[in-house]
């Protein structure tokens, strides 16, 4: 059973800065890919940043030069390093993973990984 807690998120301000961190259990291959999601009542949701299992890794178009993602495979922990806020940033933000082996392109465009987690809230306020 496959497992992931995130935690993070919160309120900030425009030009804030935000962490959120997902930890993986459960995961018995060591090639699979994770990533973040985000979602807004309007909006389908959408990738953020995806590292497959070459290590690669995607951003969107949105948060290339403002987001960072790391992973400490040590600790099957994810990372989402969010500085620079911007309003449009609010959404909730899901953590990921899928034991496909997708490049970090396509798999930020699908959007379909199997497994999910709950989702913290981020809000920026202008």
């Known amino acids: ?6 935690s993070g998120g919160g309120s900030v301000q425009t030009g804030g800065s935000l ?4 930890e993986a259990s459960g995961l018995t291959s060591r090639n699979y890919s994770m990533g ?9 949701r959408e990738g953020v940043s995806v590292i497959d299992s070459d290590g690669r890794i995607s951003y969107a178009n949105s948060v290339k030069g403002r987001f960072t993602l790391s992973q400490d495979t040590a600790k099957n922990t994810l990372y989402l390093d969010m500085d ?8 909730i933000y899901y953590c990921a993973a899928d034991l496909r082996q997708l490049p970090a392109p396509l798999a930020l465009l699908l959007a379909d990984f199997t497994y999910w987690g ?3 809230q981020v809000t920026v306020s202008s």
Request: net charge negative; with cysteine.
């Open 36 to 44: 973040w999601f985000r979602q807004t009542p309007s909006n389908a």
């Open 1 to 6: 059973q496959v497992e992931l807690v995130e």
């Open 118 to 120: 709950q989702g913290p």
């Open 19 to 22: 962490r959120l961190s997902c």
């Open 84 to 91: 620079s806020l911007k309003p449009e940033d609010t959404a």
